[in-house]
């Protein structure tokens, strides 16, 4: 096992580096900024800023789509990614509510048939 020349925390763990290549500086009392939030921490009110990473597996019929897409429009295919995705979460959730509401019809007229049918047995 080769040894890392990472820095490390507290905990022994190992720190990641940021985009300069510099881990980031340790946050103490003393480096706080009044309303600055310790890590870890979350405000729902508060928007989270910067890049996000998100990691998917995907068959190689559907990177090969994507990727051919992306060549004929010569655009990478991250963009290509961003833009399925820009445009697929909203059709989920169509999807989604409309099955919802399907699933709720189909059991109120479930329930409709099978008054009907023990009004007939009496």
Same mark, same amino acid.
């Not at 310790?38 to 996000?52: A, L, S, V």
């Not at 961003?82 to 989920?92: A, E, T």
């Not at 479930?110 to 047995?121: A, C, G, N, Q, T």
């Given at each position: 096992?080769?040894p890392?020349?990472?820095p490390?925390?507290?905990?022994?763990?190992?720190?990641?580096?940021?985009r300069?290549? @510099?881990?980031?500086?340790?946050?103490?009392?003393?480096? $706080?900024?009044?309303? *600055?939030e310790?890590? &870890?921490?979350?405000?729902? %009110?508060?928007?989270?800023?910067?890049?996000?990473c998100?990691?998917?597996?995907?068959?190689?019929?559907?990177?090969? @789509?994507?990727?051919?897409?992306?060549?004929?429009?010569? $655009?990478?295919?991250? *963009?290509?990614v961003? &833009?399925?995705?820009?445009? %697929?979460?909203?059709?989920?959730e169509?999807?989604?509510?409309?099955?919802?509401?399907?699933?709720?019809?189909?059991?109120?007229?479930?329930?409709?048939?099978?008054?009907?049918?023990?009004?007939?047995?009496?």
């Open positions: 096992m080769k890392t020349n990472q490390k925390n507290e905990s022994g763990m190992n720190v990641t580096r940021n300069t290549g @510099r881990a980031p500086a340790p946050s103490t009392d003393a480096t $706080r900024k009044p309303g *600055d310790p890590m &870890g921490e979350f405000d729902p %009110g508060k928007p989270i800023r910067g890049d996000h998100l990691t998917i597996y995907i068959t190689h019929d559907v990177k090969s @789509r994507l990727k051919r897409l992306g060549d004929r429009y010569d $655009r990478p295919m991250s *963009d290509i961003r &833009g399925v995705l820009r445009v %697929g979460i909203p059709m989920m169509a999807m989604t509510q409309a099955e919802e509401v399907m699933v709720h019809e189909y059991i109120k007229l479930f329930r409709k048939l099978r008054k009907v049918k023990s009004l007939k047995e009496v």
